[in-house]
């Protein structure tokens, strides 16, 4: 008998192979011939020359009285421990992508396609932090940044740091709320016919506000976001996931409702998904996003006049109706449809009438997506 394996560390398996034969008083032979194999097959194995496959570890098993997969699970072992280890660029890319949709950052310009360490160091720079170890989602401290403590997702997160570069660089006059009220009263009267809605990044600048439309990530669940660079330096930026008339000018009159509120002005940015019970006014939604809501819905149809049509034609919407009364408000049908889509909830309701409006919007706006990168 050998003397009792080292297992602190895995061996090939041809020598456990002989420590079986040893245990037992077996010569190779009398294996080779157990097995009827070829006479340098046994040997090969113990010496460490060959490994040993699926099949000679089944025939082992039937041989020595051991499970079939025992020699099999030794050979994994030494195999893993043979191997060489990864390299550590393996696991920071892991952790970036598993936090980031960092290949969609690098196909929209926003990251540079480069070795692990370079791509940390830009993701760094991107959330402007000094380090890796301060960016939120992939740092270790046990504080947590105030961008987890809200909880806004990563993809989320890096869609508004995306917004926060591009408006860093906008030039636009002194921010005047009293210019901004009064836009929004000559926005109304961009609300008949789609291609009007190309006058709003004009009209924001010029009241000192800073307008970015940006594609939203993947799986980012975006619609709109208002934030300050300082005191004094409002910035809306959309995603215009929806490309539809009532979308848009629902979720921009929102935004503008946060800047003339002066909401978002701490630390953490009012970030918006504008869609089904996030776009109403109950108990369930905080208070400054309920104004922001009655705001919106109110710029599109006065809500005491959307109330009252819809109490007189209730339960009967005919269509012919729904155009006059659209005619009547100086609005176009499908923002109506829009705000009787969430209160019917049926949102297949004269679907047809909530046009695209993004082609108008996109040419005169600061944009990044949809195959372009904005200069930063």
Excluded at 41 to 61: C, E, H, Y
Excluded at 274 to 290: T, Y
Aim: net charge negative; hydrophobic share 40%.
């Amino acid at each position: 008998m050998t003397e009792n394996l080292d297992l602190s560390t895995p061996v090939h398996p041809g020598l456990h192979l002989k420590h079986e034969l040893d245990s037992r008083g077996w010569l190779q032979n009398d294996l080779i011939f157990i097995l009827g194999c070829a006479p340098n097959t046994v040997n090969q194995i113990i010496t460490g020359k060959r490994g040993i496959s699926p099949d000679m570890s089944k025939a082992l098993g039937e041989a020595l009285g051991l499970t079939p997969d025992h020699f099999a699970n030794l050979q994994k072992s030494y195999d893993i421990a043979q191997a060489n280890d990864p390299n550590p660029a393996v696991s920071l890319r892991a952790k970036m992508q598993s936090n980031y949709p960092i290949r969609e950052m690098i196909k929209r310009g926003w990251l540079q396609d480069s070795d692990a360490e370079n791509l940390a160091l830009q993701l760094a720079s991107f959330f402007e932090v000094n380090n890796t170890d301060e960016i939120p989602y992939l740092a270790h401290a046990a504080k947590k940044s105030s961008y987890e403590e809200k909880e806004i997702p990563p993809a989320q997160l890096a869609w508004l740091f995306r917004v926060r570069q591009i408006a860093k660089s906008i030039v636009v006059p002194p921010y005047s709320s009293h210019d901004l009220q009064k836009a929004v009263t000559r926005m109304r009267d961009f609300l008949v016919e789609p291609e009007e809605a190309r006058h709003v990044p004009r009209i924001l600048a010029e009241c000192g506000v800073r307008f970015v439309i940006v594609e939203s990530l993947p799986q980012a669940k975006i619609d709109g976001v208002c934030f300050w660079l300082d005191e004094n330096s409002p910035v809306i930026g959309l995603s215009a996931r929806y490309d539809r008339i009532d979308n848009f000018w629902f979720v921009l009159r929102h935004e503008i409702e946060h800047v003339l509120q002066g909401h978002g002005k701490g630390i953490v940015p009012h970030i918006d998904e504008l869609e089904g019970k996030n776009a109403g006014i109950d108990d369930s939604i905080p208070e400054d996003e309920r104004i922001a809501n009655a705001a919106a819905a109110d710029f599109g149809v006065p809500t005491a006049k959307m109330e009252s049509f819809m109490a007189r034609k209730d339960p009967f919407y005919y269509e012919k109706d729904v155009l006059a009364f659209s005619k009547v408000q100086g609005t176009h049908p499908g923002i109506v449809v829009g705000q009787m889509q969430r209160r019917l909830d049926r949102y297949d309701y004269l679907k047809r009438y909530q046009v695209k409006i993004r082609q108008f919007v996109l040419p005169g706006a600061i944009v990044d997506g949809w195959g372009q990168t904005s200069a930063t």
